[in-house]
T-cell receptor, first 114, second 117 residues
């Protein structure tokens, strides 16, 4: 069975500061890893994903995540956050099988303060 | 990215009535659709997986007779909450994927907030 752990339920940070949102996973098979962002009362939007190849993946709005197989981690980072980055961030894992169903972590609220 | 539309975005219903939520893929054919529910300040919990033309596969603990899922076409899946009760109040989100091309990205609807009074 697969599982995802997001240890931080909330991360407060000042604007323009760097941030790291932690994500660890467990799986006995090959995995695909995802970060989704959810703004208040909205659905999820895919931020970035790791399927294969380069272990460092980037999003168009400055976020990046690195797949670390030995540490079973997929932490999300941004060197300088904006107020508009305030949202709930979910890490998710799926297997490489036909179903590809996503298993989500409990989420981390990134609260950017001026 | 592809667009998934969920309707309605919110609904209030009386206890004991049934509510239908629609999930449509607007610009692609969804061979697989997923239904999730999300309680306040919690993560998304997968309820069921449905493949077009087949019966849905429900996750453990989800009552299939209460949460009826129909995936009759490649662009539409519906979730019907039958005999809804206040404890069914939640945020329901669907996602859709086309598995045929090997792409693994699932696209999410905007969610439906159900309140049962």
């Amino acid at each position: 069975a697969q599982s995802v752990t997001q240890l931080d339920s909330q991360v407060p940070v000042f604007e323009e500061a760097p941030v790291e949102l932690r994500c660890n996973y467990s799986s006995s098979v090959s995995v695909y890893l995802f970060w989704y962002v959810q703004y208040p009362n909205q659905g999820l939007q895919l931020l970035l994903k790791y399927l294969s190849g380069s272990t460092l993946v980037e999003s168009i709005n400055g976020f990046e995540a690195e797949f670390n197989k030995s540490q079973t981690s997929f932490h999300l980072r941004k060197p300088s956050v904006h107020i508009s980055d305030t949202a709930e961030y979910f890490c998710a894992v799926s297997d490489s099988g036909a179903t590809n169903k996503l298993i989500f972590g409990t989420g981390t609220l990134l609260a950017v303060q001026p | 990215g592809a667009v998934v539309s969920q309707h309605p975005s919110w609904v209030i219903c009386k206890s004991g009535t049934s509510v239908k939520i629609e999930c449509r893929s607007l610009d692609f054919q969804a061979t697989t659709m997923f239904w999730y529910r999300q309680f306040p300040k919690q993560s998304l919990m997968l309820m069921a997986t449905s493949n077009e033309g087949s019966k849905a596969t429900y996750e453990q603990g989800v009552e299939k007779d209460k949460f009826l899922i129909n995936h009759a076409s490649l662009t539409l899946s519906t979730l019907t909450v039958t005999s809804a009760h206040p404890e069914d109040s939640s945020f329901y989100i669907c996602s859709a994927r086309d598995n045929r091309g090997g792409d693994t990205e699932a696209f999410f609807g905007q969610g439906t907030r159900l309140t049962v009074v």
